[in-house]
């Protein structure tokens, strides 16, 4: 028995020694309740702004216009339905409702009659929640008007321009994630290891230049990033018809300006990490943040309002902002110039801290 105690003590010691494994099994699993907490604590306060378009001059038409504003999470904006479309179009709005002119007629003849609801496929989470909603009080309002058959419908239609899936959407993100992830994972780890062998000191003793040296890897780094752009890109075509819709050249420049920014981060990280233990500590710490505040995942909207300069902080926010309009057109969250001018302000800041904190030994 004392023998089974002894091992036993061993192997907690041994677990309690290892940092990583700590991380691993204690510290990240809370680290993700935390950050799923903080996403979804903002829920239940949600708001949408919706535009409702009343054309329909009859009491049919008014009631119902009412009934939309009666809705809490909705935060409704009244006009024409060219002047609502044109905010749909630039992000402005998540849905545009439109009552038609003759519905309370077509109500009093018994004759069924579409409502019309025009939305944006590429906010697809919270789009879908609130056409949800839409229909409940367009079903709601039916019932109460008689126990005939149904008199009004919701008819939905997206206002982009081609016939996009999910995986159109998710696409872009994919890319983001697996760019960030060049710079953290194939970056930091790799140079810290050099350093722990002593071959960043033996290449620097050498005639050869250091810049040389660095400008080199830099340039690897580089083509991996488009080497991946390409894979990912050609994979969807070919699995699953995935479209790209914008400026090869444009996406391209994108491409090269979030992998560079997040391999001068990866050479900031492993100068502030000693060993191969801690790196892998401080890229965990950055990564996990930015893959699930930055829109990737889940919408920024329905995140709550005190995490939101965090998400407005992170670069990612833009890359990934960026490749969705030039892929698939997506209505922006951002400029195109905004995010190119914050990843350009990310780049020279992490390059900047790269060559201060960056060591050979």
């Not at 002894?6 to 099994?25: G, H, I, N, P």
């Not at 049919?60 to 009412?66: H, K």
């Not at 050479?267 to 990490?273: C, M, N, P, V």
């Not at 990843?343 to 060591?359: E, H, Q, S």
């Amino acid at each position: 028995m004392k023998a089974f105690f002894q091992l036993y003590l061993a192997s907690l010691k041994e677990f309690v020694r290892d940092r990583m494994a700590m991380f691993w099994t204690l510290a990240f699993p809370i680290f993700f309740i935390f950050i799923f907490g903080i996403i979804f604590s903002g829920s239940s306060s949600m708001t949408f702004d919706i535009g409702v378009a009343v054309e329909d001059t009859g009491q049919v038409g008014s009631a119902l216009g009412q009934a939309f504003h009666q809705v809490e999470s909705f935060k409704i904006t009244e006009g024409t339905p060219d002047a609502l479309l044109a905010q749909l179009k630039d992000g402005d709005l998540r849905l545009v409702i439109v009552i038609p002119a003759g519905l309370s007629e077509s109500v009093s003849a018994g004759k069924s009659m579409p409502v019309k609801v025009y939305y944006d496929a590429s906010s697809q989470t919270t789009t879908r929640i609130a056409l949800t909603i839409a229909e409940k009080i367009v079903e709601g309002f039916d019932r109460q008007l008689s126990q005939r058959p149904t008199l009004l419908t919701l008819q939905t239609e997206s206002v982009t321009a081609s016939n996009l899936s999910d995986i159109d959407f998710l696409l872009p993100g994919i890319l983001a994630m697996s760019l960030m992830q060049l710079g953290l994972f194939g970056t930091a780890p790799a140079l810290v290891q050099l350093r722990e062998q002593q071959v960043l000191r033996r290449i620097g003793a050498t005639p050869l230049p250091r810049l040389t040296l660095l400008a080199a890897q830099v340039l690897h780094r580089l083509t991996i990033g488009l080497t991946q752009t390409f894979l990912i890109i050609l994979v969807g075509r070919l699995l699953f018809n995935v479209h790209i819709l914008g400026n090869l050249l444009v996406l391209v420049v994108f491409v090269l300006l979030g992998a560079f920014m997040f391999v001068a981060m990866g050479y900031f990280i492993s100068g502030l990490a000693k060993t191969q233990e801690s790196v892998m500590g401080i890229t965990q710490l950055i990564n996990f943040p930015m893959m699930f505040l930055s829109g990737l995942f889940f919408p920024v909207d329905i995140m709550p309002a005190w995490i939101r300069p965090v998400v407005v902080a992170l670069p990612l926010t833009y890359l990934a902002d960026a490749l969705r309009q030039i892929m698939v057109g997506a209505t922006p969250i951002y400029p195109l110039i905004l995010d190119f001018g914050v990843l350009t302000l990310w780049l020279a800041g992490c390059v900047i801290l790269a060559v201060r904190f960056f060591r050979w030994e």
